[in-house]
């Protein structure tokens, strides 16, 4: 049964002319190097840890609609749901890149864009939580195998809070 690992290399804005998006490139290794993968149906869940990030004094006030007064933040300050995305990961051995398209609302009554457009700069502490199933080549039970991506799969990444920005500043330039 496949080990997989995950890790997010990167970030970089995709010019889409309907609606700002992001692209991550996800790293997915499986330990057992030589055990081929024939796919994974991923689901990638999205948070942004926001307790885990620094707030300016300007900041706090444009976050006063999300978090409530700064007092309150050690209840009100909570991880907070990004996006629900699925990627379907092709065909590897050992390890793979693959791009995990997240689009980015731009609407102001969406949390997300509140959160990030009250933002100065600097980066933000995102995880993503995985799930799904691995197809792989399992020569000992002969043939290919389904086994679950276990729940405690998990990557972080700091997010630079520019790349919002980047990818918001394309759609008002199509």
């Given at each position: 049964?496949?080990?997989?690992?995950f890790?997010?290399?990167?970030?970089?804005?995709?010019?889409?002319?309907?609606?700002?998006?992001?692209?991550?490139?996800?790293?997915?290794?499986?330990?057992?190097?030589?055990?081929?993968?024939?796919?994974?149906?991923?689901r990638?869940?999205?948070?942004?840890?926001?307790?885990?990030?620094?707030?300016?004094?300007?900041?706090?006030?444009?976050?006063?609609?999300?978090?409530?007064?700064?007092?309150?933040?050690?209840?009100?300050?909570?991880?907070m749901?990004?996006?629900?995305?699925?990627?379907?990961?092709?065909?590897?051995?050992?390890?793979?890149?693959?791009?995990?398209?997240?689009?980015?609302?731009?609407?102001?009554?969406?949390?997300?864009?509140?959160?990030?457009?009250?933002?100065e700069?600097?980066?933000v502490?995102?995880?993503?939580?995985?799930?799904?199933?691995?197809?792989?080549?399992?020569?000992?039970?002969?043939?290919?195998?389904v086994?679950?991506?276990p729940?405690?799969?998990?990557?972080?990444?700091?997010?630079?809070?520019?790349?919002?920005?980047?990818?918001?500043?394309?759609?008002?330039?199509?």
């Open positions: 049964m496949p080990d997989l690992d890790q997010i290399l990167s970030v970089e804005p995709l010019r889409d002319p309907a609606t700002p998006a992001l692209a991550f490139r996800l790293q997915v290794t499986n330990s057992k190097v030589q055990e081929p993968i024939y796919s994974i149906v991923l990638c869940q999205i948070q942004i840890e926001t307790a885990r990030r620094r707030y300016s004094s300007q900041e706090q006030k444009r976050l006063h609609d999300l978090f409530g007064e700064p007092e309150q933040w050690a209840e009100t300050l909570r991880s749901l990004w996006a629900n995305v699925t990627a379907n990961i092709p065909s590897f051995t050992g390890s793979i890149i693959h791009p995990v398209p997240v689009l980015c609302a731009v609407d102001l009554t969406d949390r997300t864009a509140k959160y990030f457009n009250a933002l700069g600097g980066e502490p995102i995880i993503f939580l995985f799930s799904g199933r691995v197809f792989y080549d399992s020569r000992m039970a002969g043939g290919v195998q086994a679950p991506v729940w405690s799969k998990e990557a972080r990444f700091r997010f630079p809070v520019a790349i919002w920005s980047q990818a918001a500043n394309l759609l008002e330039v199509s």
